[in-house]
C-alpha cells in the first residue's frame, strides 16, 4: 500500500482481556517500531524491528506485551491481561534503510474499560 | 533525565510570526536529527530531518542543528493557522542512519488569525 496502515482504527475492551493490535508497513521498509501515544503525551518508545536482526525490546513497558514480526511484513503488538493504564494510541512507524525517517500509520485508539 | 527535551508549550503566535522550536538532548552519538508534525489524533508526519550540524531549508521550514550545543531548532517563517499542530524532534539512537528513534515531548502550537 501507499501508507503504513493499523488496524483496527479504534478498539475498546474489558479490563482483563488481551488485544491484538495489527500493522501493515510500507513495502520494502525493512525497519518497523510501535510506539505508545497517551492521551497529551509524547511518544512512548515500545520495540523496534529492523531486517532479520533481533528486535529491540528495550521499551516494553511489562511482560504483557509482546510484539511480533515475520520477515519485513506485518506486525502484531499483543497485550494481554489489558489494564486501564494501558490506555492510549498505539502507532507503528515504517523506514526504509535510507536516512529519511520513519512514516507512522494513524494509529490504534485503545481504551480499557 | 530524558535523552530529548522539549518545551511541551502550549505555544500561541499572531499568523505571520516567525516560530521557534526547540530541543535539547544528553547523548552526543545521536546523529540524525528529524522533525514530525502531528495534527490532532492523527499520526506524526515527517517534516524535514537533518544529518549531523547545520541548517537545512524547506519552503517556509529551516531546521539547525548545533551539536557542540546539543540544540536543534526549527523555525517557521510566515506562520499560518494551518500550521497549528503539535511539533516533535526525533533522534535516531545508534550508529549509521536506521536505529530506535527517539522522540521529544512535542510542543503544541497555536497560530491565531
Known amino acids: 500500500g501507499a501508507g503504513v496502515s493499523q488496524s483496527p482504527s479504534n478498539k475498546v475492551t474489558e479490563k482483563g482481556k488481551d488485544v491484538e493490535l495489527r500493522c501493515d508497513p510500507i513495502?520494502?521498509?525493512?525497519?518497523l517500531y510501535w510506539y505508545r501515544q497517551r492521551l497529551g503525551q509524547g511518544l512512548e518508545f515500545l520495540i523496534y524491528?529492523?531486517?532479520?536482526?533481533?528486535?529491540?525490546k528495550s521499551g516494553l513497558p511489562s511482560d504483557r506485551f509482546s510484539a511480533e514480526r515475520t520477515g519485513e511484513s506485518v506486525s502484531t503488538l499483543t497485550i494481554q491481561r489489558t489494564q486501564q493504564e494501558d490506555s492510549a494510541v498505539y502507532l507503528c512507524?515504517?523506514?526504509?534503510?535510507?536516512?529519511?525517517?520513519?512514516?507512522f500509520g494513524q494509529g490504534t485508539r485503545l481504551t480499557v474499560v | 533525565q530524558k535523552e530529548v527535551e522539549q518545551d511541551p508549550g502550549p505555544l500561541s503566535v499572531p499568523e505571520g510570526a516567525i516560530v521557534s522550536l526547540n530541543c535539547t538532548y544528553s547523548?552526543?552519538?545521536?546523529?540524525?536529527f528529524m522533525w514530525y508534525r502531528q495534527y490532532s489524533r492523527k499520526g506524526p508526519e515527517l517534516l524535514m530531518y537533518?544529518?549531523?550540524?547545520g541548517n537545512k531549508e524547506d519552503g517556509r521550514f529551516t531546521a539547525q542543528v548545533d551539536k557542540s550545543s546539543k540544540y536543534i531548532s526549527l523555525f517557521i517563517r510566515d506562520s499560518q493557522p494551518s500550521d497549528s499542530a503539535t511539533y516533535l524532534c526525533?533522534?535516531?539512537?545508534?550508529?549509521?542512519?536506521?536505529?530506535?528513534?527517539?522522540f521529544g515531548q512535542g510542543t503544541t502550537l497555536q497560530v491565531k488569525p
Open positions: 512507524a515504517s523506514s526504509s534503510p535510507g536516512p529519511v525517517g520513519a512514516f
Open positions: 513495502s520494502g521498509h525493512t525497519a
Open positions: 524491528f529492523q531486517g532479520n536482526s533481533a528486535p529491540d
Open positions: 547523548n552526543s552519538a545521536f546523529q540524525y
Open positions: 537533518t544529518y549531523s550540524s
Open positions: 526525533a533522534m535516531i539512537h545508534g550508529s549509521g542512519n536506521t536505529g530506535k528513534l527517539i
